[in-house]
Structure formats: C-alpha cells, structure tokens
C-alpha cells in the first residue's frame, strides 16, 4: 500500500491495479500507464460553472437513461475494449463532468469505457493536458463529443467524433446557447455558467 504520493517513480508505468493500492490525499490520473497529477482545489470560477453544467445537464436527464457525474469520479478507458482485467487498464481520468448512457459501463468504482460526452474545465497549468494528452485519449476510446471550457476567456469549444477523430464544431461565447450533439434539441445556457 502506497501512503506518500513521493512513494511513486514517475519514469514508470502502472496500472488500475496499481492505483487502486494508493491511499494518499493528492488527486492523480493515469495516462496510459503514466502519473500525472491534478491541479489543486479548483477556484471558485471553476466550481461556478461546473455546477452550473452539471445542474443544466441533470435538470434535461432526469427520467431518462443517461446519468451525468461531475468529478471526482474515476472513468477507466479501455481503448473501446469491455472485457479487461484491472492489471491490462493503464488509463484512469477524472474529468470534470462526464455523462454516460450505456448503464452497463457503471460499477461501484466508477465507469469502465468512454463516456458518451466529456466536458474539462480548464485551471491555470492544465490546458496542455487537457487539449492534448486527454484530447488524444478521448478521441481514442470513442468519446462522442468533447468540450473543453476556459473560464478566463468565456469560451467553450465543442468537438464531436467523427469517423473515429475529434472535429472542432464551434467556440461558443457567453450569451450563447450551446447545442449538445448528442442530446438532439438540448441546448445548454452558457449565459447561466460564466455569470
């Protein structure tokens, strides 16, 4: 059992089986295989608009299939796999809001498999990490659509999988609505998220 974060080589691989051994205070994900720390406590713009997400999103599914789960919430991707042992998963993330309709992806850790829709805010020092190791991961295991939002400069930018690759849709101000791909006629109030 690993109580110290410091305990941890960064310059090696691990697993789920790994990280399900750890038991210290520091958020951690794994990005295929390697550590990556999470930023500290979010500010509390970060928090105003993730419940703002997370409470439009909740209100269109209640009554319907689809769940939404904001963080800390660990999702394990599987590169589209779904029989998969905790020793053969190498990569554990905790997006900010995830939303997931295929209820057999659900267990008491969390969910096995892509999300159908993931939504990062971004912190100051994660935008790399977001835009590229996390946009790559997503693209990879199937996300359906993708947005990553910036609370600095108001913007929200949506992309949508298609034919197996991220496609940038549109960035979306404040006083914009903002459709949701996945959810035909659903449009979420950005005006609401960055007040």
């Known amino acids: 059992m690993i109580t110290n974060i410091d305990e941890l080589d960064p310059n090696k691989q691990y ?30 713009l970060h928090q105003v608009i993730s419940m703002s997400l997370s409470n439009q999103i909740f209100s269109y599914l209640r009554g ?9 919430f660990d999702v394990r991707l599987t590169n589209k796999r779904r029989q998969v042992s905790d020793k053969s998963i190498v990569s554990v993330v905790q997006p900010d809001i995830s939303v997931i309709c295929d209820m057999e992806k659900l267990d008491d850790k969390g969910c096995i498999g892509a999300p159908e829709w993931i939504i990062e805010i971004l912190s100051p020092g994660n935008a790399r990490k977001e835009m590229k190791e996390k946009f790559s991961l ?7 659509e993708y947005w990553v939002v910036s609370p600095i400069y108001e913007i929200v930018q949506v992309y949508d999988l298609i034919n197996e690759k991220f496609v940038w ?10 459709p949701v791909g996945i959810f035909e ?5 950005s005006n609401s998220m960055f007040s």
Not at 24 to 31: P, S, T
Not at 138 to 144: I, L, P, R
Not at 185 to 189: K, L, Q, R
Request: include cysteine; glycine fraction near 4%; proline fraction near 3%.
């Open 169 to 178: 849709r549109n960035n979306y101000v404040k006083e914009d609505m903002i």
């Open 64 to 72: 319907k299939q689809c769940k939404v789960f904001a963080a800390p």
């Open 185 to 189: 006629g659903f449009m979420i109030d």
């Open 15 to 44: 697993s789920y089986a790994d990280y399900l051994t750890w038991h210290f205070d520091e958020r951690v994900e794994l990005i295929k295989g390697w550590i990556s720390r999470m930023s500290p406590a979010s500010l509390v």
């Open 138 to 144: 997503y693209e990879e295991n199937g996300v359906k």
